[in-house]
């Protein structure tokens, strides 16, 4: 019998120690770098020290990661924030798939049981063991568009899909796990926001992802994840909730109480005694910033924008993360589960944390035509983390080339920028801009179309510097081939330059010496047959 009991004991030691050993989190900022897209393993530190963390961003979802330290140590992988879900865990080597594409934590410590610290250095790398061999296609041709289902019978998208093709799932509900499929079978890559968005998930069909905000996406559908190769083969495309019916976001209830959004990494406490059926009001949220909003005892929490019956940005058993899509106010719902929503009047203490990460920018990009070049202009929501703006065009909207750049001012927000395309196509031009970080990660802005007009059939787009000294340079825009007479008069009618200027369809550069002229003011004029066609100011200096 004294034998029965301790084999009983040592096995509930066992049990509590494997259940208890692992998932370090928290400790200090050290080195942040952008997830390796290659085979070759990236350093990130030659000297951390245990109880560090590293921010690993731009990781891909679906990609294979190995996180390393030497000597060796134990690594705790955390998705959302140093504190947040554990994805991985245990002494180095430490490897993980990511399941949603974002930032990731790397917490180090001497063991993997005490989650010890010490003052020694350690040199941390991390490789990225697919890529290279398989990753997410996107763009492609739209096809098909259908709401995500609300139950957990699939719903069909299409029968004759091509490889190449994308369609567009709206209607997604925050944590809500879907699964898509295509038959025969096809590489399936799932974008957020646009068909060139961030991956989600990917690979050979089928695929499932749980999403991690409300709202549209799409799913790409290629022969192979390799090549992303295209086809002119019928596939039939499903969508499948795999959450919806058994749990789900709750909603309404009473107004509690009110909070504003922290603006730090300090939680901000919202009430003392909520009870489950209750919603909280959460004011002055910043768009694009990670708030974790936690109940306890622990509680189904559901977040909706707009109303407290809104649409759903997030939900689950506390704690709860989400990334504010949009700024403004949301509603915290409070149930004691996310089956039956149920109510309680038990005091339930709550409270909000949140961070802004930086370079969570947005560019509006806007554009027009000027006499046959174009001129772009965008805003910056905020520049945290910027080093440059490229400047993309396409003539299909699909196939981008850069050609320029325009540097970031610096840390800043609401900052206005200019491009002006001198050669741009002949008809329809498609631009965007690209916001390179600092950390080589990148975001893009919206996507526009710019026509090629031209008011006159020559126009004189540019002439600089103005004023001039020496050299006078002139681009002239011109709808055909043809020749003109350029003319340089001063303000009392006397010609100092006339000559005729051969132009090409399209821009035309000519210069005029002008440093033996005198100082003053100038027209330069265009003329044909004797008719002036285009005149412009000039200062001479």
């Known amino acids: 019998m004294k034998a029965k009991y301790l084999l009983f004991l040592v096995s509930i030691i066992l049990f509590w120690s494997e259940n208890t050993r692992g998932q370090c989190s928290g400790g200090t900022s050290f080195a942040s770098v952008a997830a390796p897209t290659g085979t070759v ?55 993980f798939t990511a399941s949603t594409a974002g930032t990731y934590y790397m917490t180090i410590n001497t063991n993997c049981t005490s989650c010890g610290t010490a003052s020694t250095c350690i040199t941390t790398t991390i490789t990225c063991n697919s890529c ?75 695929v499932s992802f749980t999403a991690p905000t409300a709202g549209t996406y799409y799913m790409t559908i290629n022969t192979n994840c390799t090549g992303c190769g295209t086809a002119s083969t019928c596939i039939t495309t499903t969508i499948t909730c795999n959450s919806c019916g058994t749990t789900g976001p709750c909603s309404g209830g009473t107004a509690f109480a009110s909070a504003i959004a922290p603006t730090g990494a300090v939680a901000t406490q919202i009430s003392t005694c909520n009870y489950a059926g209750d919603y909280n009001t959460i004011s002055s949220i910043v768009t694009g910033s990670i708030y974790t909003l936690t109940a306890n005892p622990a509680s189904c929490i559901t977040i909706h924008s707009g109303s407290p019956t809104g649409p ?36 339930i203490t709550t409270a909000i944390s949140g961070m802004t990460p930086l370079g969570l920018e947005t560019i509006n990009l806007t554009g ?39 540097k970031a ?57 103005n004023p001039a000294t020496e050299d006078l340079t002139i681009i002239l825009a011109s709808k055909t081939e043809s020749a003109y007479q350029l003319t340089l008069s001063n303000l009392n009618g006397q010609k100092v330059f006339d000559g005729n200027q051969d132009v090409q369809k399209g821009l035309t550069y000519t210069s005029i010496d ?12 265009v003329s044909q047959h004797g008719k002036n066609i285009a005149t412009h100011k000039i200062i001479i200096e």
């Not at 025969?184 to 799932?190: D, K, L, Q």
């Not at 046959?372 to 065009?393: C, H, M, P, T």
């Open 41 to 95: 393993a990236t350093q990130i530190s030659t000297c951390n020290f245990a109880g560090d963390y590293n921010t690993i961003s731009s990781v891909v979802a679906g990609r294979t990661y190995t996180l390393t330290a030497s000597p060796t140590a134990c690594i705790t992988i955390h998705s959302g924030s140093p504190t947040g879900p554990v994805v991985a865990y245990g002494t180095s080597p430490v490897s």
């Open 132 to 206: 290279g061999t398989a990753g997410p296609c996107s763009g492609g041709t739209a096809f098909a568009s259908v709401a995500a289902p609300t139950g957990t019978v699939a719903t069909q998208i299409s029968t004759c899909n091509f490889a190449g093709d994308y369609n567009t799932i709206s209607s997604v509900v925050a944590g809500s796990t879907y699964t898509l499929t295509a038959s025969p079978t096809a590489c399936i890559t799932i974008h957020s926001g646009s068909p060139t968005g961030p991956a989600v998930a990917y690979g050979m069909s089928p």
């Open 312 to 347: 759903v940005v997030a939900y689950g058993m506390s704690p709860v993360s989400f990334t504010a899509p949009i700024a403004g106010t949301y509603y915290m719902t409070i149930n004691t589960n996310c089956t039956g929503c149920g109510t309680a009047s038990t005091c």
């Open 368 to 406: 027009k035509n000027e006499s046959g070049y174009n001129v772009l202009q965008w805003i910056s929501s905020s520049e945290f983390n910027a080093d440059k703006y490229v400047v993309e065009r396409s003539g299909d909207g699909i196939n981008y080339t850069e050609i320029g750049f325009v």
């Open 409 to 465: 001012k610096g840390l800043s927000t609401e900052l206005g920028y200019q491009f002006e395309d001198l050669q741009p196509a002949d008809n329809i031009a498609y631009y965007r801009i690209r916001l390179i970080r600092n950390n080589g990660s990148s975001a893009s802005s919206n996507i526009i179309a710019v026509e090629r007009q031209f008011a006159k059939d020559v126009e004189i787009v540019k002439a600089y510097p």
């Open 514 to 525: 002008v440093s033996d002229f005198r100082s003053g003011f100038y027209l330069l004029t």
